[in-house]
């Protein structure tokens, strides 16, 4: 998992601003009335946001499960001049790290990866340990109704330079998760087109378990925000972000 696709993700992701992305996260931080300087981010991808919010001049550490969007990111980061990056393999339910941080995020549904709610719990255990008194845990998830209404079972294709991609979506709703298989061709240095597979898994999870297991951890000052807003978040929106505080 992961491997092949981190040869392809920014090409399949270039219509994400993640500028804007980070300049919302960049926001909600200035919200906060305790500065923040040092982030740990997990579920890092191959470094977009981490590469936008290094250029705002935050320290970053991030983590990511796949070895393969590391070296992407890291080679990003180079490519960029950015220096105020340090790239660790890990698992964000597991992560264990001798720092703590002025703020923990995982962004672009990161958590939706994570297999079970007790995982998701570990997660926040995981963020909480890493990070100081008062620190910001920030992170979003896909709800349940884009899965259902927006995503679906549907399928994509993507015709792009050197690259061609069927992207299937296989939902099991009952069970409270969508299969995302993609097949696809990528052009090679000769003019060959080299082929991949893979399969990738989604879980869906409410706002109010999710909330749950944040009170349930003492988090405090804990928000719910409609993704790109400062509005009330809730399962009917496609993208909610959670803020608390620890």
Known sequence: MYQDFSKIYDALMQEIDYAQWADYLFRIMLNHPKEIT?????????????????????????V???????????????????????FFLGD???????????????CCDAVNYLTSIEQVQAFLYCSQLA????????????????YKEKIGDHTFTYDLEDLFCSWQNNPNFKEGYIDY???????????????????QRQYL???????????????????????????????HNDRVVFVAEK
């Open 131 to 146: 990070l100081k008194d008062r620190g910001l845990l920030i992170f979003d998830i896909n709800t349940s109704s884009k």
């Open 38 to 62: 040092n982030i740990l981010e997990f579920g890092c991808g191959t470094g977009n946001i981490t590469c936008e919010l290094a250029k705002k001049n935050f320290q970053l550490t991030a």
């Open 181 to 199: 298989e993609l097949t696809f061709f990528v052009e090679g240095e000769d003019g060959r087109y080299d082929r991949y597979a893979e399969t």
């Open 64 to 86: 990511d499960i796949s070895e393969d969007m590391l070296v992407v990111a890291d080679e990003k980061a180079t490519q960029q001049g950015l220096h105020n990056i340090s």
């Open 92 to 106: 964000m339910s597991s992560f264990q790290i001798e720092q703590t941080f002025d703020a923990v995020i995982a």
């Open 205 to 235: 999870y409410k706002v109010e378990d999710i909330y749950r297991c944040l009170k349930h951890l003492d988090y405090k000052d804990i928000k719910i925000y409609n993704f790109g807003t400062f509005h009330q978040g809730s399962n």
